[in-house]
């Protein structure tokens, strides 16, 4: 069975950090594709940045944002830097899976919020 645990939200004022985590269990993170993706209050989800073979970025993240991961703990990270009242949001990851077909596994989120 395929579980996702997010962490690391919280509150944080404009310009600070935070490091999100995604706790992957099921799948091995070092050969999956895992994306990250945020829903701002009252919007739809959006794509904020995946890894798999590559790295990928939305441009509203490009240069403040980085995802990795790590291995040895079957997880991966986005790093957030210079955030902005606009990054608000629930963020969620989501682990793709091909096999007979595609398949999308969820975390059930974390929220962060940048005050001004």
């Known amino acids: 069975q395929v579980r996702l645990v997010e962490s690391g939200g919280g509150l944080v004022q404009a310009g600070g950090s935070l490091r999100l985590s995604c706790a992957v269990s099921g799948r091995t993170v070092s050969t999956s594709n895992i994306g990250w993706f945020r829903q701002p209050p009252g919007k739809e989800r959006e794509f904020v940045a995946r890894?798999?073979?590559?790295?990928d970025y939305s441009d509203s993240v490009k240069g403040r944002f980085f995802i990795s991961r790590d291995n040895a703990k079957n997880t991966v990270y986005l790093q957030m830097n210079s955030l902005k009242p606009e990054d608000t949001a629930a963020y969620y990851c989501?682990?793709?899976?091909?096999?007979?077909?595609?398949?999308?596994?969820w975390g059930q989120g974390t929220q962060v919020t940048v005050s001004s």
């Open positions: 989501r682990l793709t899976a091909v096999i007979a077909g595609v398949r999308y596994y």
């Open positions: 890894i798999s073979s590559t790295t």
